[in-house]
Structure formats: C-alpha cells, structure tokens
C-alpha cells in the first residue's frame, strides 16, 4: 500500500525537480546529437537510472491519483512508463516497478531521455512561450479597454497562500475548490460592507481581475497570485476590499489559508509600488504603463524550467491562469 500522507505538492515538485536534473545533464553532454549506443553508454555510467527507480514510490503515488494532470516533463515520463505496460497488459506496473525495477526502467528512461529531444516535447516547450505572450498581449488590451471606459481604476495586487502547518495536507483539489469558492464569493457586494456607514456607499465591484495559480520554486507549495480593479471613481483605497477578502478566503479555506500583501520594500521590481493599491487616472500615462507592462504581466508567465513557479500536478481540466471578460464582468 502507498503512504497516504505523502504530500501532492511536495513530490510533484521534487519529483520534477529530478526529471529537470536529468534533462540538463543530458543536455550537457550533447545527448542531442547522440545515437542510441551513446545513450545506453551514459545511462550506464551514470546514476540517474538508481536516482528515479529510489524514489519510485513517491512518483507511482503520484501518476496513479486519479482525475489529475501534470507539467508536461512529468507527462511525458508518464506516457513512457504507460506506453511500456501497454505491450505488457497482464502486468501489474505497481507490483513489477516496485519488485523488479531496474530492467522495466532502464527501457522506460531511454525512451523518456529520447522524447525530451523529440521536436514534439521542443513544441510543447516553445507553445508554453507562445501562450504567455498571447496572455500578455490580452491583458494589456483589456486593461486599454477598460482605461477607456473608466476615468480612474484603483489595482491591487494579492497573495492567497496556506499557512505553513497545512501546506503540505492541502491536494490541488482542495485548491481548487477553494479557488472556486472564493472567486464566487468576492463577486458579492455584501461583504465589503464592514460597517453600518458602509451600507449607504455605492456597491463595491470588481471591473476586471486576473490570477495565476503556481508552486513554489524552493518547495512547491501551492499559492495563487491575483489582481483586481476595482473602480477608483468610488474607492480611494482597497480596504474594504481588502477585508472582505481576507475573511472570505479564511473562510472558505476553514482558517488553513491567508491573503497576504507584498510590502513595499519587498517587491523584486520597486517601480511596481507606485501603483498597487492606489488611484490612477487614465490620463497618468506613466503609471498606466507600469500596470499594463509590469504588474499584469507577471500574471501570464508560464514556467517550465525547476527554477520557475508553475503547477507541476492540477486537477484534470482545470486551468492555471484566468482572467475576467467584460461582457460578465464577473469573476471566474
């Protein structure tokens, strides 16, 4: 039987952390160009082969959970191993990868070392590119859009992370779920209404939002990044914003999550602070040009190398990035 307490987010992450290790020492050694005596000669002088087939309990735990969806380094590795048991229905992979390893692997890591020099893994990796700038050249036209029809957006830039003592418990299905709840319940005027004179201001609304889901690139916990506007017209602060969301995603998260925001003298890139949480009129060109070419789109990269922050597990079908369409105006 496999632990049940082993952690979704932690093997996923460490487990992709090795399958990029392997990719860049084959890469540096010109595996490229090899043919297939060349492989075979440094998968056996070398201990990667040892290194995946040791923690091959950890990564069965993770390819056999089910309605989920990987990075693609791990989702090739995975069709390998799939693809091998193929010829072999009566096989039981778990039984075999965890009694007889060694020659099962040593076919299934030559095939994986030869996809990730295949033009469709090169694909895969230049579509992920492709898509972030799409998603860069979207949100900028849709914040230009909404700078037109609002004289003065207010943005504010948040955090959504789980405290330390349930990062590792929480599965990219609770995520999910309490990503799903929470953007539910933003969208609700009543509870920005914090106190009695609150009630005769007009509603709060959100006129566009933006978020990314991620791991973390030191441990791989799960967080989400978000951005709202709201509308400046009618706020000169996002406090009531802000409290509302603070509780919601309390809430929704039964206290195992907290919204956090990055202070000043933390942000990577300083021009960014110039911006989050205050007033801009569509007339302050400069500062227009810091939300459409700085903050937004720190929201649209999309990583791939072990060093990035990207998902390497999600539920089946769910997206890692979404943004609002105004036709809704509603958070999705």
């Keep these: ?21 392997f ?27 040892e290194e995946i087939i040791g923690q091959r309990n950890e990564w069965l735990w993770l390819l056999n959970l089910p309605d989920r969806e990987y990075c693609p380094r791990i989702t090739v590795f995975a069709n390998c191993v799939a693809e091998y048991f193929e010829q072999y229905p009566e096989q039981d992979r778990n039984i075999v990868l965890r009694s007889r390893p060694l020659s099962v692997m040593q076919e299934i890591i030559f095939d994986f070392a030869t996809k990730l020099f295949s033009s469709s893994y090169s694909r895969i990796k230049s579509d992920r590119t492709y898509q972030a700038k799409q998603r860069r050249k979207v949100i900028a036209e849709k914040l230009r859009e909404l700078s037109a029809r ?9 955090e959504l992370y789980y405290f330390k003592a349930y990062e590792d418990s929480v599965s990219s299905l609770d995520l999910r779920t309490h990503l799903e709840q929470f953007v539910k319940e933003i969208n609700k005027p009543e509870h920005y209404v914090l106190t009695e ?14 978020r990314v889901v991620e791991q973390g690139k030191e441990c791989g916990h799960f967080h989400i990044h ?3 506007i709201l509308d400046g017209k009618h706020l000169q602060t996002p406090y009531r914003f802000y ?10 998260t039964e206290g195992r999550g907290y919204l956090y925001v990055q202070r000043k003298e933390n942000i990577r890139y300083p021009i960014q602070q110039h911006i989050n949480g205050q007033v801009i009129d569509r007339a302050d060109t400069g500062r227009m040009n810091i939300l459409f070419n700085y903050v937004a789109p720190y929201l649209t990269k999309i990583g791939i190398d072990s060093e990035h922050q990207y998902l390497r597990i999600k ?12 036709k809704h105006n509603k958070v999705k």
């Excluded at 490229?32 to 000669?41: E, F, I, S, T």
């Excluded at 409290?243 to 929704?252: E, K, L, S």
Aim: glycine letters at 4%; hydrophobic letters at 45%; a negative charge.
């Design 23 to 49: 990719e860049k020492d084959l890469a540096r050694h010109g595996a490229k160009h090899w043919d297939h005596k060349d492989l075979v000669r440094f998968l056996a002088n070398t201990s990667w082969i």
């Design 197 to 210: 004179q609150d009630r005769d201001k007009v509603d709060l609304e959100i006129l566009f939002y933006a």
């Design 226 to 228: 978000f951005m709202v």
């Design 315 to 326: 539920p089946r079908g769910f997206e890692a990035y979404a943004c609002s369409h105004f």
């Design 243 to 252: 409290q509302g969301a603070v509780n919601i995603w309390h809430r929704v």
């Design 150 to 158: 609002k004289s003065r957006l207010l943005p504010f830039r948040f």
């Design 1 to 21: 039987m496999f632990n049940q307490d082993y952690s979704e987010s932690d093997i996923s992450f460490w487990f992709d952390y090795l399958l990029c290790s």
